[in-house]
């Protein structure tokens, strides 16, 4: 099985107990997500650890090991068993290309064990975004709030098209990044004054504001306001990026954006590609560690 040549040498270890009160807000984007692992690696070894996270798709598997403090977790599930086909394949235990048992219960929950304690400890929020199907709207599921956070964050992770919807509690979902794709705005509107949002496509990426209609209506005829948000999804991301970029600029949040162009797919087999991006994460985030100490601690 293909695994990263840099496999062994990968951060590891536990980050500390110490909070600081503001909200991580992380993009998906399957396995460009790799991005975020290397500066929440980096962010965890440097002791910063805010207090509620919040993730879209891939963004929110990687935000539960952050939310647990675990150190080079997320980097070695994409590095290591990406091609094992219990978790990336069409024969999953699952309904879609992703082995979510795998991840959360079956051989690499039980090789490298989820630290439940933490995650679960009061103080520390975890919202993972997904998209109801039968309104087209963001549902905002929090751990302490929900039936099942790890079924939550398996419906973020469900891709359109590929995947079946995710039921529960009564409703049907799918990925998040249908209806919210940086859910920058949920964090203003709980209040926190520190924001840091971890960005997977470089400041200047816009999507093509085209649409594939009649894909939607062939795949989702029943869930009409769903289609909509496929049709508009484009658009709307780029008005959230436009909003970001404002935000940022005026030190009201603070954003890490990839500092080279992203060419992986969103499914990407390539190994030296995946760890080369992991770690443009990680340098990325190393290099901007006294400008995010400066804007954490700095008061209105």
């Given at each position: ?35 975020s692992?290397g500066?929440l ?13 919040i993730?879209?798709s ?9 939310t ?5 977790r ?24 992703i ?19 933490t ?13 109801d199907?039968e309104?087209g ?30 039921k529960?509690q009564g ?25 840091v ?8 990426y816009?999507?093509?504001?085209h ?23 484009n ?47 990680y ?18």
């Open positions: 099985m293909k695994t990263f040549f840099g496999i062994d040498d990968l951060p590891s270890g536990h980050a500390s107990n110490r909070l600081i009160h503001g909200c991580m807000v992380l993009e998906g984007g399957a396995f460009r997500a790799l991005y692992e500066v690696d980096a962010l965890m070894q440097a002791d910063i650890n805010l207090d509620c996270t993730g879209v891939g963004g929110a598997m990687n935000g539960l090991s952050y647990m403090g675990q150190i080079g997320s980097a070695l599930l994409n590095l290591k068993y990406r091609h094992d086909p219990e978790y990336v394949g069409l024969h999953t235990q699952n309904t879609g290309i082995g979510f048992d795998f991840v959360f219960k079956g051989r690499f929950a039980q090789e490298h064990p989820w630290d439940l304690d995650f679960y400890q009061k103080e520390r929020r975890f919202v993972a975004v997904c998209t199907l309104t709207k963001a549902t905002y599921f929090e751990k302490s709030r929900c039936d099942d956070i790890f079924k939550a964050v398996e419906a973020s992770a469900s891709m359109p098209y590929v995947s079946k919807p995710i529960m409703g049907l979902y799918l990925d998040g990044g249908c209806s919210v794709k940086i859910p920058v705005q949920w964090a203003i509107d709980q209040g926190y004054e520190k924001i949002v971890v960005r997977t496509r470089p400041r200047s816009r999507k093509k504001e649409t594939m209609h009649r894909i939607h209506r062939l795949f989702y005829k029943d869930y009409p306001a769903f289609q909509q948000q496929l049709d508009t999804s658009r709307r991301y780029n008005e959230e990026c436009d909003r970001i970029d404002q935000l940022t600029d005026t030190h009201r949040i603070f954003t890490f954006y990839p500092s080279e162009p992203i060419t992986i797919s969103r499914l990407e087999s390539n190994m030296d590609k995946l760890g080369q991006l992991y770690y443009l994460g340098e990325d985030a190393k290099g901007q560690l006294a400008q995010l100490k400066t804007y954490l601690e700095a008061t209105k």
